[in-house]
């Protein structure tokens, strides 16, 4: 009779009290699946791609030094046909001798007369531009995780990146004008990576590979658009081309304040509950959920309230809070070692490729070689979306990144074949790019995810700013400097890549402890199963 009394209560005793769902549980059981308004409107958030894209590229029209030809054609005049079709600049030709093809206001170089100024005024603002990305990717990138969340940072880089445009369009100076472009990188330094973490945490699990493969392809369309408005806008000022994309970015952000919703999972990790419910409840209502949905929203939210107490005071702590908490934890900084160093090598080969590869034979067209370049993105979105959906995360880097190791190498040694191997090293990249991002949102958890993300984009912007260097000594020394570099880089990265543990198929974490609880579990299970196979293969024996 004893022993009947006391088991229930020994049971109960030792049971572990129930686990509280996740944000991912509740978005699926309560939201239910993504409606098409809901999605249209992740789709919306991912458009900011489009202008990001515009404000990398922008300097190629704009900076870009116009034709010229000889006037006055004498038999004792120093210009000639043959001498200006020979000659790179008319630097040696005396002033009334020649003239520009255009009028000079169309280019920042005939404007302030640069021609002769040497290629590092040149490229004063396009290396100001990436500078400025650099500064404001390492100082910006952890305001989203912390105070303002990814909504409000994302509108302020937006309208920042768009004020920096439209007073670039009045600079008075190439000076000037190279300080604006630092503030322009700044500005936009995090545009990309809150875009890519914002969509993708307002959409359930099914559409989340749909939406990030939507922000690619809003990016591509972004370098698209902008050969069409600089060809459309050719005759004009280059001021012309950053008032008018200036201003778009600017009507974007409006809707997109009105628009866009705070990502209920930053704002659950930041103890904000009331505010996630009212958003969630929102969602719903997009979603077809009625009234009864959204209450049991509010009380399934209302039991997780005291344990994500917790994890938003922790997280509380400055601006640096969410890099604090990866560096105290071992497995996150070998997980964003890893992934920064992947990034460095395919960032180095996408930012490089394209400098090395030059227009895609023919006489150089601008517009259309830029054309040609952008288009070189769209089946590797496709292929990104088929990759996602049907194969793991680590073995499509890896694969990805060997294959346009292997590719790069080829082109640095061959010579008839040297233009397809360079393509296929730049589709294989650009595929891979788009797949390392994606595999970052889902490495980290909430409360540092938009941190980690920003840091690997980082990677890949140093890999970009090594890639130029690397295609000049190429030119003087032989292609093994820029595409030999450039398939070794790429090869090491997959290399990185296949050290990461998969994340394909698995909810994403919102808090440190609940990955490291992921993380035990998933050694418990390995060590389980190992015991298992020794005890089969003594039986056996």
Known sequence: MDDTATAPLLTSHNAKPAKPPSIDDMIETHIGDTGAAQLLRAVFVALAWAFDAQQVFISVFTDAAPGWHCVGLAGDSPCTAAAA????????????????????????????????????????????????????????????????????????????????????????????????????????????????????????????????????????????????????????????????????????????????????????????????????????????????????????????????????????????????????????IRRLAAIMAAGFGVGMVYFGMPLGVGSLGGPTNLYLSTTYNALAEVPSAALSWLLIARAGRRASVAALAAAAGACSLAAAVSRGARMAAELASFFATCTAYDLLLIYAVELFPTSVRNSAVGMVRQAMVLGGVAAPVLVALGRERGSFWSFGVFGIAIGSAGLFAACLPETRGKPMSDTMEEEEERNQAAMASCTSTRAVAKINDRDLA
């Not at 390492?138 to 439209?166: E, P, Q, W, Y």
């Open 85 to 332: 079709a020979a000659a790179a600049s008319p630097c040696a030709l005396p002033p009334d001798t020649w003239a520009w093809d255009r009028p000079a206001e169309t280019s920042v170089v005939s404007e302030w007369a640069l021609q002769c100024a040497g290629p590092a005024l040149v490229s004063l603002p396009a290396s100001s531009f990436f500078a400025g990305c650099l500064a404001g990717g390492f100082l910006l990138t952890t305001l989203a995780d912390s105070h303002l969340g990814r909504k409000r940072t994302l509108l302020a880089c937006l309208v920042s990146m768009s004020v920096a445009g439209a007073l670039t369009a009045a600079a008075p100076n190439v000076w000037a004008y190279a300080a604006l472009r630092f503030a322009s990188g700044f500005a936009r330094s995090v545009v990309g990576t809150c875009t890519l973490v914002l969509s993708t945490e307002l959409v359930g699990r099914r559409w989340r590979d749909v939406v990030s493969v939507a922000a690619f392809l809003c990016y591509t369309a972004g370098f698209l658009s902008l050969p069409a408005l600089a060809y459309a806008l050719r005759g004009a000022s280059w001021r012309s081309l950053y008032l008018w994309t200036s201003v778009s970015c600017l009507c974007y952000a409006a809707l997109l304040h009105f628009l866009a919703q705070e990502s209920p999972r930053w704002l659950l990790v930041r103890g904000r509950t009331e505010e996630a419910v009212a958003t969630l409840r929102q969602i719903a209502s997009l979603n077809g959920g009625g009234s009864a949905a959204a209450a049991a929203t509010a009380a399934s939210f209302s039991t997780l309230e005291l344990d994500y107490a917790c994890a938003a005071a922790a997280s509380g702590g400055g601006v640096f809070a969410t890099l604090r908490m990866m560096w105290e934890r071992p497995w996150a």
